[in-house]
């Protein structure tokens, strides 16, 4: 029984760094503090992880909407420029969620099931001071 489950982790440590899965993550660069009443510039990234970012508008529209969500549950919808750059001014202190997203009408297949459509979703908690 010690012997199988050796070479049961053997196989595992030798098979598992032959395994590699590539792709694109779309994630969102902005500062980590932000002041009441002062703009937030906010940029979209779309590259291969460790890779020079990709252009935006290559891979979606010249522009991607973003979502804001505000301590006081007030939502604000705002779209990036060619760059993947856009900018709100926060207006109360506190935790905001910035959230760009993305669906796709792409029909595929992951392992047993097929899908119709590719949702990828970034997501940032931003803290606003007074």
């Not at 997203?101 to 459509?117: M, P």
């Amino acid at each position: 029984m010690l012997r199988n489950r050796f070479y049961t982790l053997l196989l595992l440590l030798v098979a598992l760094p032959s395994m590699t899965a590539w792709a694109h993550a779309l994630w969102i660069e902005t500062a980590s503090v932000g002041q009441k009443g002062q703009k937030q510039s906010i940029r979209i990234i779309y590259a291969e992880p460790g890779e020079a970012p990709e252009k935006l508008q290559d891979w979606y529209a010249d522009k991607l909407r973003i979502t804001v969500h505000s301590p006081s549950g007030w939502n604000k919808e705002i779209i990036t420029n060619a760059e993947g750059v856009a900018e709100f001014t926060p207006i109360w202190p506190g935790t905001y969620r910035i959230e760009a997203s993305k669906t796709e009408k792409e029909t595929g297949e992951q392992g047993d099931k097929t899908y119709q459509s590719v949702w990828r979703c970034a997501t940032y908690i931003l803290d606003v001071s007074k």
